[in-house]
Protein backbone atom coordinates (compact mmCIF):
# COMPACT_ATOMS: atom_id res chain seq x y z
CA UNK A 1 0.00 0.00 0.00
CA UNK A 2 1.43 3.29 -0.54
CA UNK A 3 1.45 6.81 1.15
CA UNK A 4 0.95 9.50 -0.18
CA UNK A 5 2.93 12.75 0.56
CA UNK A 6 2.09 16.61 -1.23
CA UNK A 7 5.13 18.55 -0.14
CA UNK A 8 4.12 22.32 -0.94
CA UNK A 9 5.09 25.58 -0.08
CA UNK A 10 3.96 29.49 0.57
CA UNK A 11 4.32 31.86 -1.51
CA UNK A 12 6.38 35.49 -0.51
CA UNK A 13 3.30 36.21 1.90
CA UNK A 14 4.59 33.47 3.91
CA UNK A 15 0.77 32.62 4.69
CA UNK A 16 -0.48 31.07 1.39
CA UNK A 17 0.31 28.44 -0.53
CA UNK A 18 1.38 28.98 -4.42
CA UNK A 19 -0.75 27.86 -7.28
CA UNK A 20 1.49 24.95 -8.20
CA UNK A 21 1.54 23.50 -4.91
CA UNK A 22 -2.21 23.27 -5.09
CA UNK A 23 -1.69 21.74 -8.71
CA UNK A 24 0.23 19.54 -6.76
CA UNK A 25 -2.41 19.05 -4.24
CA UNK A 26 -4.90 17.98 -7.06
CA UNK A 27 -2.82 15.74 -8.29
CA UNK A 28 -1.86 13.92 -4.98
CA UNK A 29 -5.96 13.64 -4.41
CA UNK A 30 -6.54 12.15 -7.96
CA UNK A 31 -3.72 9.31 -7.06
CA UNK A 32 -4.67 8.57 -3.79
CA UNK A 33 -8.03 7.88 -4.93
CA UNK A 34 -7.75 5.80 -7.01
CA UNK A 35 -4.87 3.70 -5.39
CA UNK A 36 -6.72 4.10 -2.14
CA UNK A 37 -3.93 5.23 -0.29
CA UNK A 38 -3.48 7.57 2.39
CA UNK A 39 -2.76 11.01 1.61
CA UNK A 40 -0.42 13.41 3.06
CA UNK A 41 0.15 17.13 2.60
CA UNK A 42 3.24 18.71 3.86
CA UNK A 43 3.90 22.31 3.86
CA UNK A 44 7.26 24.19 4.01
CA UNK A 45 6.29 28.09 5.42
CA UNK A 46 6.73 31.01 7.90
CA UNK A 47 2.98 30.48 8.79
CA UNK A 48 2.29 27.19 8.00
CA UNK A 49 -0.87 26.68 10.07
CA UNK A 50 -2.49 30.02 7.56
CA UNK A 51 -1.19 28.08 4.71
CA UNK A 52 -2.71 25.17 5.44
CA UNK A 53 -6.04 26.66 5.59
CA UNK A 54 -6.89 26.12 1.56
CA UNK A 55 -6.42 22.98 1.50
CA UNK A 56 -8.18 21.90 5.17
CA UNK A 57 -11.12 20.25 2.92
CA UNK A 58 -8.53 17.90 1.28
CA UNK A 59 -9.31 15.21 3.44
CA UNK A 60 -5.79 14.81 4.52
CA UNK A 61 -3.12 14.06 7.27
CA UNK A 62 -1.85 18.02 7.56
CA UNK A 63 1.57 18.29 8.49
CA UNK A 64 4.12 21.70 8.59
CA UNK A 65 7.47 22.82 9.19
CA UNK A 66 6.56 26.54 9.89
CA UNK A 67 8.53 29.27 11.15
CA UNK A 68 11.14 32.19 9.74
CA UNK A 69 13.86 29.93 9.04
CA UNK A 70 11.25 28.40 6.37
CA UNK A 71 10.13 31.70 4.85
CA UNK A 72 12.23 31.86 1.80
CA UNK A 73 13.97 29.65 -0.39
CA UNK A 74 17.42 28.13 0.85
CA UNK A 75 19.02 24.77 0.21
CA UNK A 76 20.03 23.74 4.00
CA UNK A 77 17.07 24.55 5.40
CA UNK A 78 14.07 23.49 2.73
CA UNK A 79 16.17 20.12 1.95
CA UNK A 80 15.94 20.08 5.82
CA UNK A 81 12.00 20.67 6.00
CA UNK A 82 11.34 18.55 2.54
CA UNK A 83 12.81 15.52 4.83
CA UNK A 84 11.38 15.88 8.02
CA UNK A 85 8.36 15.83 6.42
CA UNK A 86 9.06 12.88 4.31
CA UNK A 87 10.07 10.81 7.46
CA UNK A 88 7.00 11.90 9.90
CA UNK A 89 4.65 11.14 6.60
CA UNK A 90 6.58 7.73 6.14
CA UNK A 91 6.01 8.35 2.20
CA UNK A 92 6.80 5.89 -0.41
CA UNK A 93 5.41 8.10 -3.21
CA UNK A 94 6.04 11.70 -2.90
CA UNK A 95 4.61 14.32 -5.17
CA UNK A 96 5.90 18.44 -5.25
CA UNK A 97 5.81 21.01 -7.74
CA UNK A 98 8.12 21.98 -9.51
CA UNK A 99 9.12 25.35 -8.45
CA UNK A 100 12.70 26.43 -8.37
CA UNK A 101 12.53 26.34 -4.52
CA UNK A 102 11.62 22.60 -4.56
CA UNK A 103 13.54 21.57 -7.67
CA UNK A 104 16.59 22.55 -6.01
CA UNK A 105 16.25 20.25 -3.46
CA UNK A 106 14.09 17.45 -4.29
CA UNK A 107 17.26 15.66 -5.53
CA UNK A 108 18.94 15.51 -2.73
CA UNK A 109 15.86 15.05 0.16
CA UNK A 110 15.55 12.07 -2.17
CA UNK A 111 18.90 10.72 -2.11
CA UNK A 112 19.04 10.99 1.98
CA UNK A 113 16.09 9.32 1.61
CA UNK A 114 17.70 6.62 0.02
CA UNK A 115 14.78 7.16 -2.85
CA UNK A 116 14.77 8.25 -6.66
CA UNK A 117 13.62 11.35 -8.47
CA UNK A 118 11.83 12.25 -11.81
CA UNK A 119 10.99 15.64 -13.29
CA UNK A 120 8.60 17.80 -15.56
CA UNK A 121 5.78 14.95 -14.69
CA UNK A 122 3.13 15.82 -16.58
CA UNK A 123 0.72 13.00 -15.70
CA UNK A 124 0.22 9.57 -12.94
CA UNK A 125 -1.86 7.37 -13.95
CA UNK A 126 -2.22 3.91 -13.38
CA UNK A 127 -4.69 1.68 -10.71
CA UNK A 128 -2.24 -0.52 -8.98
CA UNK A 129 0.89 0.94 -9.09
CA UNK A 130 2.00 4.53 -10.37
CA UNK A 131 2.69 5.53 -14.36
CA UNK A 132 4.18 8.98 -14.10
CA UNK A 133 4.32 10.54 -17.68
CA UNK A 134 6.93 13.06 -19.09
CA UNK A 135 8.19 14.30 -22.19
CA UNK A 136 11.52 13.63 -23.67
CA UNK A 137 13.96 15.08 -26.41
CA UNK A 138 12.44 18.72 -25.87
CA UNK A 139 8.96 17.45 -25.50
CA UNK A 140 9.08 15.06 -29.18
CA UNK A 141 9.07 12.01 -27.22
CA UNK A 142 6.17 11.00 -24.56
CA UNK A 143 7.08 8.22 -22.07
CA UNK A 144 5.24 6.34 -19.17
CA UNK A 145 7.30 5.78 -15.62
CA UNK A 146 7.59 2.95 -13.49
CA UNK A 147 9.85 2.74 -10.55
CA UNK A 148 10.14 -0.19 -7.45
CA UNK A 149 12.34 2.59 -5.58
CA UNK A 150 10.90 4.34 -2.47
CA UNK A 151 10.27 6.83 -2.10
CA UNK A 152 9.40 8.11 -5.58
CA UNK A 153 9.91 12.02 -5.94
CA UNK A 154 7.96 12.78 -8.69
CA UNK A 155 8.38 16.77 -9.43
CA UNK A 156 5.46 18.04 -11.27
CA UNK A 157 5.37 20.51 -14.44
CA UNK A 158 3.06 23.80 -13.45
CA UNK A 159 -0.54 23.83 -15.34
CA UNK A 160 -0.94 20.30 -16.02
CA UNK A 161 -3.28 19.71 -12.85
CA UNK A 162 -5.78 22.28 -12.24
CA UNK A 163 -5.72 23.94 -8.57
CA UNK A 164 -7.08 22.54 -5.46
CA UNK A 165 -9.93 24.51 -4.56
CA UNK A 166 -11.77 23.60 -1.85
CA UNK A 167 -13.64 25.59 1.36
CA UNK A 168 -10.94 27.35 3.03
CA UNK A 169 -11.41 26.53 6.98
CA UNK A 170 -9.25 27.07 10.14
CA UNK A 171 -7.80 23.79 10.57
CA UNK A 172 -5.23 21.59 12.87
CA UNK A 173 -1.97 21.14 11.96
CA UNK A 174 1.00 18.87 13.16
CA UNK A 175 4.10 20.60 13.55
CA UNK A 176 6.86 19.06 12.46
CA UNK A 177 10.16 19.67 14.21
CA UNK A 178 13.28 20.31 11.78
CA UNK A 179 16.62 20.22 13.36
CA UNK A 180 18.43 22.90 11.66
CA UNK A 181 22.29 22.19 9.86
CA UNK A 182 24.48 25.14 9.83
CA UNK A 183 22.76 27.89 7.73
CA UNK A 184 25.78 29.30 5.52
CA UNK A 185 23.63 31.16 3.56
CA UNK A 186 21.52 34.60 4.99
CA UNK A 187 18.54 35.40 2.34
CA UNK A 188 18.36 39.40 2.53
CA UNK A 189 15.54 39.77 0.36
CA UNK A 190 14.14 39.00 -3.37
CA UNK A 191 15.01 41.37 -5.52
CA UNK A 192 12.32 40.92 -8.74
CA UNK A 193 11.33 42.98 -11.67
CA UNK A 194 8.88 45.60 -10.70
CA UNK A 195 5.28 44.62 -11.18
CA UNK A 196 4.18 45.26 -15.13
CA UNK A 197 7.59 45.10 -16.44
CA UNK A 198 8.00 41.45 -16.33
CA UNK A 199 7.22 39.41 -19.58
CA UNK A 200 7.06 36.17 -18.98
CA UNK A 201 3.99 35.36 -17.53
CA UNK A 202 3.28 31.67 -17.37
CA UNK A 203 -0.43 32.01 -16.22
CA UNK A 204 -1.37 34.30 -18.69
CA UNK A 205 -4.16 33.16 -21.28
CA UNK A 206 -2.16 34.04 -24.65
CA UNK A 207 1.20 33.56 -25.62
CA UNK A 208 2.39 36.75 -27.90
CA UNK A 209 5.25 35.58 -29.61
CA UNK A 210 7.51 38.02 -31.49
CA UNK A 211 10.08 37.08 -34.55
CA UNK A 212 12.76 38.42 -36.23
CA UNK A 213 10.45 40.20 -38.93
CA UNK A 214 9.91 42.60 -36.45
CA UNK A 215 13.00 43.98 -36.99
CA UNK A 216 14.23 43.23 -40.43
CA UNK A 217 14.00 46.17 -43.23
CA UNK A 218 10.10 46.54 -44.03
CA UNK A 219 8.61 46.69 -47.77
CA UNK A 220 10.05 50.86 -47.20
CA UNK A 221 13.31 49.54 -46.84
CA UNK A 222 13.65 50.70 -43.24
CA UNK A 223 13.92 49.11 -40.19
CA UNK A 224 11.20 49.97 -37.60
CA UNK A 225 12.64 48.69 -34.40
CA UNK A 226 11.75 51.52 -32.18
CA UNK A 227 7.70 51.23 -33.71
CA UNK A 228 7.95 47.45 -33.16
CA UNK A 229 8.83 47.71 -29.32
CA UNK A 230 5.54 50.35 -28.62
CA UNK A 231 3.32 48.12 -31.00
CA UNK A 232 4.14 45.17 -28.41
CA UNK A 233 4.53 46.39 -25.67
CA UNK A 234 1.58 48.24 -26.22
CA UNK A 235 -0.64 44.66 -26.88
CA UNK A 236 1.21 43.08 -23.70
CA UNK A 237 -0.05 46.56 -22.09
CA UNK A 238 -3.76 45.94 -22.79
CA UNK A 239 -3.53 42.18 -22.89
CA UNK A 240 -1.42 41.21 -19.87
CA UNK A 241 -0.19 38.25 -22.85
CA UNK A 242 2.51 36.62 -22.13
CA UNK A 243 5.82 37.39 -24.20
CA UNK A 244 7.93 34.56 -26.18
CA UNK A 245 10.57 35.21 -28.83
CA UNK A 246 12.06 33.20 -31.97
CA UNK A 247 15.57 32.27 -31.46
CA UNK A 248 16.59 34.47 -34.08
CA UNK A 249 15.07 37.68 -32.40
CA UNK A 250 16.97 37.06 -29.22
CA UNK A 251 20.03 35.80 -30.59
CA UNK A 252 20.23 39.38 -32.46
CA UNK A 253 21.28 41.09 -29.38
CA UNK A 254 24.87 39.09 -29.46
CA UNK A 255 25.08 39.69 -33.89
CA UNK A 256 25.00 43.98 -32.64
CA UNK A 257 21.82 43.98 -34.68
CA UNK A 258 18.58 46.22 -34.03
CA UNK A 259 16.95 45.01 -31.07
CA UNK A 260 13.89 45.07 -28.45
CA UNK A 261 15.49 45.90 -25.44
CA UNK A 262 12.93 43.86 -23.59
CA UNK A 263 13.65 40.35 -24.86
CA UNK A 264 16.07 37.79 -23.34
CA UNK A 265 16.64 34.28 -24.19
CA UNK A 266 14.63 33.47 -21.09
CA UNK A 267 11.75 34.67 -23.81
CA UNK A 268 12.92 32.42 -26.16
CA UNK A 269 10.23 29.72 -26.90
CA UNK A 270 11.21 25.92 -29.02
CA UNK A 271 13.53 23.52 -29.11
CA UNK A 272 16.27 25.04 -27.03
CA UNK A 273 13.55 27.30 -25.27
CA UNK A 274 10.53 26.96 -23.43
CA UNK A 275 7.80 24.89 -24.23
CA UNK A 276 4.64 27.47 -22.35
CA UNK A 277 0.90 25.96 -21.79
CA UNK A 278 -1.48 28.60 -22.94
CA UNK A 279 -4.58 28.30 -23.92
CA UNK A 280 -3.98 30.55 -26.99
CA UNK A 281 -1.02 31.67 -28.95
CA UNK A 282 -0.47 34.47 -31.24
CA UNK A 283 3.15 34.31 -33.72
CA UNK A 284 3.93 37.57 -35.45
CA UNK A 285 6.50 37.98 -37.54
CA UNK A 286 7.92 34.60 -37.05
CA UNK A 287 8.30 31.70 -39.74
CA UNK A 288 7.27 28.70 -37.26
CA UNK A 289 9.98 26.59 -38.09
CA UNK A 290 10.32 23.19 -36.66
CA UNK A 291 12.77 24.06 -34.07
CA UNK A 292 10.37 26.79 -32.87
CA UNK A 293 7.20 25.70 -33.26
CA UNK A 294 7.95 22.27 -31.21
CA UNK A 295 8.09 24.67 -28.22
CA UNK A 296 4.05 25.09 -29.24
CA UNK A 297 3.14 21.81 -28.49
CA UNK A 298 1.03 22.07 -25.24
CA UNK A 299 -0.62 25.57 -26.82
CA UNK A 300 -4.35 25.02 -27.21
CA UNK A 301 -5.03 27.28 -30.58
CA UNK A 302 -2.12 28.27 -32.23
CA UNK A 303 -2.58 31.83 -34.63
CA UNK A 304 0.08 33.33 -36.72
CA UNK A 305 0.91 37.16 -38.30
CA UNK A 306 3.28 36.40 -41.62
CA UNK A 307 3.73 38.20 -44.64
CA UNK A 308 4.73 35.01 -46.08
CA UNK A 309 2.03 32.85 -47.29
CA UNK A 310 4.34 30.05 -47.29
CA UNK A 311 5.49 30.00 -43.96
CA UNK A 312 5.78 26.85 -41.59
CA UNK A 313 2.99 28.15 -39.92
CA UNK A 314 0.77 28.40 -42.92
CA UNK A 315 1.91 24.67 -43.80
CA UNK A 316 -0.24 23.27 -41.26
CA UNK A 317 1.30 24.47 -37.78
CA UNK A 318 -0.82 26.75 -36.78
CA UNK A 319 -4.86 26.85 -36.88
CA UNK A 320 -5.38 30.27 -38.83
CA UNK A 321 -2.66 32.31 -40.66
CA UNK A 322 -3.51 35.80 -41.54
CA UNK A 323 -0.85 36.57 -44.46
CA UNK A 324 -0.54 40.17 -43.28
CA UNK A 325 1.56 43.42 -42.23
CA UNK A 326 1.85 42.38 -38.58
CA UNK A 327 2.64 46.06 -38.18
CA UNK A 328 -0.83 47.30 -39.38
CA UNK A 329 -2.73 44.18 -37.47
CA UNK A 330 -1.38 45.10 -34.01
CA UNK A 331 -1.77 48.90 -34.41
CA UNK A 332 -5.33 48.18 -34.75
CA UNK A 333 -5.66 45.74 -32.53
CA UNK A 334 -3.99 47.72 -30.57
CA UNK A 335 -6.28 50.50 -31.72
CA UNK A 336 -9.45 47.88 -30.60
CA UNK A 337 -8.52 46.83 -27.24
CA UNK A 338 -7.80 50.80 -25.96
CA UNK A 339 -11.23 51.64 -27.16
CA UNK A 340 -12.85 49.31 -25.59
CA UNK A 341 -10.96 50.22 -22.54
CA UNK A 342 -13.77 50.72 -19.53
C1 LIG B 1 19.65 23.20 -33.20
C2 LIG B 1 18.70 24.34 -33.42
C3 LIG B 1 17.88 24.73 -32.38
C4 LIG B 1 17.00 25.78 -32.56
N1 LIG B 1 16.17 26.14 -31.51
C5 LIG B 1 15.28 27.12 -31.70
C6 LIG B 1 14.38 27.50 -30.65
O1 LIG B 1 14.41 26.96 -29.55
N2 LIG B 1 13.50 28.49 -30.89
C7 LIG B 1 13.44 29.15 -32.10
O2 LIG B 1 12.62 30.06 -32.25
N3 LIG B 1 14.27 28.81 -33.08
C8 LIG B 1 15.19 27.83 -32.92
N4 LIG B 1 16.05 27.53 -33.93
C9 LIG B 1 16.06 28.43 -35.12
C10 LIG B 1 14.92 28.17 -36.06
O3 LIG B 1 15.25 27.10 -36.93
C11 LIG B 1 14.64 29.43 -36.89
O4 LIG B 1 15.84 29.86 -37.47
C12 LIG B 1 14.04 30.57 -36.10
O5 LIG B 1 12.94 30.14 -35.34
C13 LIG B 1 13.59 31.65 -37.09
O6 LIG B 1 13.09 32.75 -36.39
P1 LIG B 1 12.01 33.70 -37.05
O7 LIG B 1 10.92 32.88 -37.64
O8 LIG B 1 11.64 34.73 -36.04
O9 LIG B 1 12.89 34.45 -38.16
P2 LIG B 1 12.86 34.40 -39.73
O10 LIG B 1 13.07 33.02 -40.23
O11 LIG B 1 13.81 35.45 -40.17
O12 LIG B 1 11.38 34.80 -40.11
C14 LIG B 1 10.91 36.10 -40.01
C15 LIG B 1 9.51 36.10 -40.59
O13 LIG B 1 8.93 37.37 -40.38
C16 LIG B 1 8.10 37.64 -41.49
N5 LIG B 1 7.88 39.08 -41.52
C17 LIG B 1 8.77 40.08 -41.75
N6 LIG B 1 8.15 41.28 -41.65
C18 LIG B 1 6.87 41.03 -41.35
C19 LIG B 1 5.74 41.87 -41.14
N7 LIG B 1 5.81 43.20 -41.20
N8 LIG B 1 4.57 41.26 -40.84
C20 LIG B 1 4.45 39.92 -40.76
N9 LIG B 1 5.49 39.08 -40.99
C21 LIG B 1 6.68 39.64 -41.26
C22 LIG B 1 8.89 37.09 -42.67
O14 LIG B 1 8.01 36.86 -43.76
C23 LIG B 1 9.44 35.81 -42.09
O15 LIG B 1 8.56 34.72 -42.33
C24 LIG B 1 16.93 26.47 -33.78
C25 LIG B 1 17.76 26.07 -34.84
C26 LIG B 1 18.63 25.02 -34.66
C27 LIG B 1 19.50 24.60 -35.80
Not at 66 to 83: I, L, M, T, V, Y
Not at 88 to 93: K, L, N, V
Not at 245 to 263: A, I, N
Not at 267 to 295: D, F, W
Request: proline residues 4%; neutral net charge.
Amino acid sequence: METILVLTHADESGAALTKASLEAVTAGKELAARLNAALTIGIVAANGSAAAEAVASAGARLLAVSGADFAQARFASDAAACEALCRTAGATIVLAPGSSRFTRVAAAVAHRLGGLVDTHITAIGGKESVEATRWFYRQRVEAVLTRKAQPWFLLLDSGTHAAFAGEPAAVTVEEVAVELPALRTTVTGLRAPSQGAETIRPDAKLLFVAGAGWTKKQPDGQTHTAEAAELILGLLGATSASLGSSKSLVDQGSDGQPVLPFLTHLNQIGQTGATPRHAKGLATCCHGEEPHVVGWRFIGERRAVSLDANCGWSRGKADVVYVADAFQVIARLNAKLDSAKP
